[in-house]
C-alpha cells in the first residue's frame, strides 16, 4: 500500500544535539512538507519541497534544515539553534494536482530531555 | 495572508445526533480550496472533506457536510448521526487555487458522549 513513513515514532534529544527525521513517501508525489504541531497552535509550516533538490522555509523554518536529493524522502533535521524543539512533526505530501490535498505520515514525537 | 480561524476549541455531541464545527477564513484570493481534516488520539491526519471555492454546490462525503458561505468566508462542517468514532481533533485548511502551503486552523476537539 502507498502511504507516508515518519520515523522514529518518539525521539528523545539532548540539550546542543542535532537530529534527524525521517520522512518516505512511495506515492509518487511531487511536493513533501514539514509541519510542527503544539497544543494550540494548529500545524505550522517549517519547509516545503516541490521537486528534488529545491525546498523553501516556511513560517517557522529558523533551527531546522531539510535535504530533498530523492524525490520519494523529505528529511528534517532539528539543530541545537532551534531553542524550543519539544513537538510533534508531521510530515505530508500531495500531488501538484489543483485539487490535491495532503497525505500525511503518522507523526514523529520529539522531546528535549 | 492567509489566516483560518477556528473559534471553538472544544466541542461535544450526544452519540447520534448533530454537530456543526465553525471555520472562518480571510484571504483576498477569488480561487482557493478548502479542508477539513481530522486527527483522532492515534495522530494519524485524515482528509475529511474539500470544497472547491467556484463551486457553489456544497461538498458531501457520507455524514459529513460543508455549509460553504464564500461571501461571508465560512466553512462549516456538519457531522450527523455522530459515533463514537467520530471523536478526535478537527482542523480547518485552505490552500489558494495555484498555491503550495495549506493553512490551518488551530482546531476543534470533538467529544462524543454515548
Known amino acids: 500500500d502507498g502511504g507516508i513513513t515518519q520515523s522514529p515514532k518518539y525521539l528523545f534529544r539532548k540539550e546542543g544535539q542535532n537530529v534527524t527525521l525521517s520522512c518516505e513517501q512511495n506515492?509518487?508525489?511531487?511536493?513533501m512538507y514539514w509541519y510542527r504541531q503544539d497544543p494550540g497552535q494548529g500545524l505550522r509550516l517549517i519547509y516545503y519541497s516541490q521537486i528534488v533538490n529545491d525546498f523553501q522555509k516556511g513560517d517557522i523554518a529558523e533551527g531546522y534544515s531539510v535535504s530533498r536529493e530523492k524525490k520519494e524522502s523529505f528529511p528534517l533535521t532539528v539543530t541545537s539553534a532551534q531553542k524550543n524543539p519539544t513537538a510533534f512533526y508531521l510530515c505530508?505530501?500531495?500531488?501538484?494536482?489543483?485539487?490535491?490535498?495532503?497525505?500525511f505520515g503518522s507523526g514523529t514525537r520529539l522531546t528535549v530531555v | 495572508a492567509q489566516t483560518v480561524t477556528q473559534s471553538q476549541p472544544e466541542m461535544s455531541v450526544q452519540e447520534a445526533e448533530t454537530v456543526t464545527l465553525s471555520c472562518t477564513y480571510d484571504t483576498s484570493e477569488s480561487d482557493y480550496y478548502l479542508f477539513w481534516y481530522k486527527q483522532p488520539p492515534s495522530r494519524q491526519m485524515i482528509l475529511v472533506i474539500r470544497?472547491?471555492?467556484?463551486?457553489?454546490q456544497n461538498a458531501t462525503e457520507n455524514r459529513f457536510s460543508v455549509n460553504f458561505q464564500k461571501a461571508a468566508k465560512s466553512f462549516s462542517l456538519k457531522i450527523s448521526d455522530s459515533q463514537l468514532g467520530d471523536a478526535a481533533m478537527y482542523f480547518c485548511?485552505?490552500?489558494?487555487?495555484?498555491?503550495?502551503?495549506?493553512?490551518f486552523g488551530t482546531g476543534t476537539s470533538l467529544t462524543v458522549i454515548p
Open positions: 485548511a485552505f490552500r489558494i487555487f495555484t498555491g503550495n502551503q495549506f493553512y
Open positions: 506515492l509518487n508525489h511531487d511536493a
Open positions: 505530508a505530501s500531495r500531488r501538484t494536482v489543483l485539487l490535491g490535498g495532503y497525505t
Open positions: 470544497q472547491e471555492a467556484y463551486k457553489q
